[in-house]
């Protein structure tokens, strides 16, 4: 630890500033002090720059004081004394420190607008929200129900909503850009159930079903 010796201080200044003046003078590091005194550098870096209002209190400002000018070999006194003078003058300071208020008034015009943009958004998220959640129009133009077919395969054609996916007895078909599609099914002998669901993503799904009867020209052998 370095030796310290104590020194004619007749005439100097006490404030928080004499702190950095002894320490460079003894060719101390924040560091070396830091380790020495268990205090923080940030701490004695507030101290000696005279920011008192960053330390954590004043009973911690009179500890870091007195701990500080004691391991300088400065008078503690005179610095708190200087240290609760530089504190009440910035107390003071901040009291007295006029409060600019700024305007409220806003201008007619720029309210409408203001007003007219906030309801255009929630009309467009309302609107949005509607079309996700209400389930889609579907029409089947054809098969009709109940409709009786001598062949194997048979057109199911209709339109959705635009970007709504279709599918057919559980497949997914293609749709065009208008919503309009059209696919084979394959039949077999007797009743055909043909299921036609449109669904969004967050919507109720529409269906629309279709009987249709397979009556080949010739007796078919039913495979099961």
Known sequence: MPRFFTHNLSGQGYGVESLTAERQRLGLSLEQVSRQLHIPVKYLQALEKGELETLPGDNYRRYFTRSYANFLHLPIDKILSADKDTATSAAKS??????????TTVHPYRLF???AASSAVVIYLVSAAWSALVPPRLQLFEPGNDQTSLSATIKVRG???VGTPIAINGQAVE????????????LKPGLNIIIVTAQKTYS?????????????????????
């Open 175 to 186: 749709v065009s850009e208008g919503g309009l599609f059209t696919q084979e099914v394959p």
């Open 94 to 103: 901040a009291v007295r420190k006029p409060i600019k208020i700024a305007s």
């Open 204 to 224: 109720q799904p529409t269906v629309v079903t279709r009987r249709v009867i397979f009556s080949p020209p010739n007796p078919v052998s039913l495979i099961k």
């Open 113 to 115: 607008m203001t007003v």
């Open 159 to 161: 339109q959705t909503q």
